[in-house]
């Protein structure tokens, strides 16, 4: 089956300072992966996304994200933490099943970022 | 342009009373997910459409969920005989589904809570 798996429920960091949200995958095949946040009360936003081509891949709001087939992660990252980043970030992967493209998620990784 | 409208945005209901929730995804999209998000589990895959096809309901936890989309477009998640641990935010996504890798546009959510 094709999984994410989160291993932090909680990053800190200070603003300014660079940040990372882990995320590794487990799937059979070439992975469909994504990174989602959502703000509270509000629906997911999504972030980027890796298809195929560049492992390195630029998205939403100065976040980006490397893949790396090696060690089978997909970890997000930013330069420089705002404190409007904070919020509930999610990993996911294109679930192969039956006919659908449905999206299995990690469990969510809680980023709060202080000033 | 409008995104994925859900309503109502909380709803709150006795122990084995049925609801109905509602998706408007955006225009022209054909794939359409529930998704149900929990303190307890995550995000979990509920149920896709996609054009006329069948759906995919691989996702839904009991016979005592179901869901419907009427024209290609509004779809309506009913739970019948609604238990406690029924409680959670339901969150609909759409994709125009040019390929695996589009993203999924989330809508904001319905809260449900069951007394």
């Known amino acids: 089956a094709q999984s994410v798996a989160q291993p932090e429920d909680q990053v800190n960091v200070a603003e300014g300072n660079p940040l990372t949200v882990k995320c590794t995958y487990s799937v059979s095949g070439n992975p469909y992966l994504f990174w989602y946040v959502q703000y509270p009360n509000r629906g997911l936003q999504f972030l980027l996304k890796y298809i195929t081509g560049d492992n390195l891949v630029k998205g939403s709001y100065g976040f980006e994200a490397e893949f790396n087939k090696s060690q089978t992660s997909f970890h997000l990252k930013k330069p420089s933490a705002l404190v409007s980043d904070s919020a509930l970030y999610f990993c996911?992967?294109?679930?192969?099943?039956?006919?659908?493209?449905?999206?299995?998620f990690g469990k969510g990784t809680s980023l709060l970022v202080t000033p | 342009g409008a995104g994925v409208s859900q309503s109502p945005s909380n709803k709150v209901t006795e122990k084995g009373k049925d609801v109905e929730l509602r998706c408007d995804p955006i225009s022209g999209h054909t794939a359409l997910y529930w998704y149900r998000q929990s303190l307890g589990q995550g995000l979990e895959f509920l149920i896709y459409?996609?054009?006329?096809?069948?759906?995919?309901k691989s996702g839904l936890p009991s016979d005592r969920f179901s869901a419907e989309r009427t024209g290609g477009s509004v779809s309506t998640l009913t739970i019948q005989r609604t238990q406690q641990e029924d409680s959670a935010v339901y969150l609909c996504?759409?994709?125009?589904?040019?390929?695996?890798?589009?993203?999924?546009?989330f809508g904001p959510g319905t809260r449900l809570t069951v007394l």
């Open positions: 996504a759409s994709s125009p589904l040019r390929g695996g890798g589009d993203e999924q546009f």
């Open positions: 996911a992967v294109r679930d192969v099943r039956n006919s659908g493209y449905a999206l299995n």
């Open positions: 459409f996609q054009g006329n096809s069948a759906p995919d």
